[in-house]
């Protein structure tokens, strides 16, 4: 399954859900997750990975900013990590 699959998922499952999803990108600087979801009462950055994928380095430093933050952000590689996302 490619990674476009994975996130379009994504977008479908949080709308249904009633949450807002963004697409997320950064003006000179990389690293930023993919997608902003909104739910009721929470905030996930998520960054989309095609299955077995990792994210760059890059991104995991980022990742590791955004938390020190307090900001939830997840990295998921699957339907069923959307799905346990959704359940939380």
Do not use: T
């Not at 499952?13 to 949450?19: I, K």
């Not at 739910?39 to 077995?52: F, S, Y």
């Amino acid at each position: 399954m490619k990674e476009k699959a994975i996130e379009n998922y994504l977008v479908s499952r949080v709308e249904f859900a009633g949450g807002e999803i963004r697409k997320m990108s950064y003006i000179n600087r990389r690293g930023c997750p993919d997608r902003l979801v909104m739910l009721p009462g929470r905030v996930i950055w998520v960054e989309v990975k095609a299955p077995g994928k990792k994210a760059e380095p890059h991104q995991e430093r980022e990742h590791e900013r955004l938390r020190a933050a307090g900001q939830d952000v997840r990295v998921i590689d699957s339907l069923e990590g959307i799905e346990r996302l959704l359940s939380e």
